[in-house]
């Protein structure tokens, strides 16, 4: 389960931010986000600045958490557009999450369900929402959407507002994200290398990977005795300071730099991030959008 997976990571990393767990974790934003407010809510992790971090015990309990109970007296007849701001008035939750869910109930439930009572709501109404959205948003969305629905119900029932949670019966297809695999031309790759000139460590990874098809993670894990004369031995790889073994294999290598990369420095969550900034600043301004720096692994090489 995603559940189980994410907090195995927080484990690992100790220290992270949402980036971090969803460049591992093939998991959606908002499911994360449902996560780990309950973790904070449990007073397992704390945040600032949007960095996370397990608040540390004798012995760290992050085997589970549970939504908040609120001491208050719910009438069954609440609205479901009041219940909604009950929920995320009464858990702890990060700026951007807040903003998040803000943004769903404004945009996707008020203006389907409008003045219905919470105490109403069946796993029919539930189905038709997911079928009538799912023709105006994007599956991603509408998997963002149900989550944060399923977590409004679960408070409701968790503080008798409901005596049945119908979300117990919601199939929320997991959003498999099926991104066109875009390759660059040689105009466009001579583009990236022109404006990269001014960020040496970037366009030195950007090199790297147009020449080797490595990965990215995979240049971080280097380490000084995988760099030989003619060849490049990759049996590893580092995500934000993780190292993971992989399957060996041994590729030419070609005639670049590779000291700063096999440095400690270039296994720092510090380093990727200062690498991601710049690389997303310059694609934008590209058009490339949709496109990160692994894809370049399947442009033709320099």
Request: net charge positive.
């Given at each position: 389960?995603?559940?189980?997976?994410?907090?195995?990571?927080?484990?690992?990393l100790?220290v992270?931010?949402?980036d971090?767990i969803?460049?591992?974790?093939?998991i959606?934003?908002?499911?994360?986000?449902?996560?780990?407010?309950n973790?904070?809510?449990?007073g397992?992790?704390?945040?600032?600045n949007?960095?996370?971090s397990?608040?540390?015990?004798?012995?760290?309990?992050i085997?589970?958490?549970?939504?908040?109970k609120?001491?208050?007296?719910?009438?069954s007849?609440?609205?479901?557009?009041?219940?909604?701001?009950?929920?995320?008035n009464?858990?702890?939750?990060?700026?951007?999450?807040?903003?998040?869910?803000?943004?769903?109930?404004?945009?996707r439930?008020?203006?389907?369900?409008?003045?219905s009572?919470?105490?109403?709501i069946t796993?029919?109404d539930?189905?038709e929402?997911?079928?009538?959205?799912?023709?105006?948003?994007?599956?991603?969305?509408?998997?963002?959407a149900v989550?944060?629905w399923?977590?409004?119900?679960?408070?409701?029932?968790?503080?008798?507002?409901?005596?049945?949670?119908?979300?117990?019966?919601?199939?929320?297809?997991?959003?498999?994200?099926?991104?066109?695999?875009?390759?660059?031309?040689?105009?466009?790759i001579?583009?990236l290398?022109k404006?990269?000139?001014?960020?040496?460590?970037?366009?030195l990874?950007?090199?790297?990977?147009?020449?080797?098809?490595?990965?990215k993670?995979?240049i971080?894990?280097?380490?000084?005795?995988d760099?030989?004369d003619?060849?490049i031995n990759?049996?590893?790889?580092?995500?934000?300071?993780?190292?993971?073994?992989?399957?060996?294999k041994?590729?030419?290598?070609?005639?670049?730099?590779?000291?700063?990369?096999?440095?400690?420095?270039?296994?720092?969550?510090?380093?990727?991030?200062?690498l991601?900034?710049?690389f997303?600043?310059?694609?934008?301004?590209?058009?490339?959008?949709?496109f990160c720096?692994?894809?370049?692994?399947?442009?033709n090489?320099?």
């Amino acid at each position: 389960m995603a559940n189980d997976k994410v907090l195995k990571l927080i484990k690992i990393l100790k220290v992270f931010s949402k980036d971090d767990i969803l460049e591992i974790i093939d998991i959606g934003e908002s499911e994360l986000s449902v996560i780990l407010d309950n973790l904070i809510n449990a007073g397992t992790l704390e945040v600032q600045n949007e960095k996370y971090s397990i608040i540390e015990k004798t012995q760290p309990n992050i085997q589970g958490f549970e939504l908040i109970k609120i001491e208050k007296n719910y009438s069954s007849n609440i609205l479901l557009r009041d219940l909604v701001f009950e929920y995320i008035n009464s858990q702890n939750l990060t700026p951007s999450t807040r903003k998040g869910y803000l943004s769903i109930i404004n945009s996707r439930l008020i203006p389907y369900f409008k003045n219905s009572k919470a105490a109403d709501i069946t796993l029919e109404d539930i189905e038709e929402f997911i079928t009538a959205q799912s023709k105006i948003i994007s599956p991603k969305s509408l998997s963002n959407a149900v989550t944060f629905w399923g977590s409004v119900l679960r408070f409701a029932h968790l503080n008798g507002i409901i005596s049945v949670n119908p979300y117990n019966g919601v199939k929320n297809s997991k959003v498999q994200p099926h991104k066109k695999l875009r390759i660059l031309n040689k105009k466009e790759i001579a583009q990236l290398l022109k404006m990269s000139e001014n960020f040496k460590e970037l366009n030195l990874l950007i090199q790297i990977i147009l020449r080797t098809g490595m990965k990215k993670a995979e240049i971080f894990a280097l380490e000084k005795e995988d760099i030989l004369d003619t060849q490049i031995n990759i049996n590893k790889t580092c995500s934000n300071g993780y190292i993971r073994k992989i399957k060996p294999k041994i590729i030419q290598k070609p005639n670049l730099d590779f000291e700063i990369f096999i440095q400690p420095r270039a296994k720092t969550y510090a380093f990727n991030q200062q690498l991601r900034r710049q690389f997303f600043k310059i694609k934008r301004e590209l058009g490339l959008d949709d496109f990160c720096l692994d894809d370049l692994r399947f442009s033709n090489f320099i």
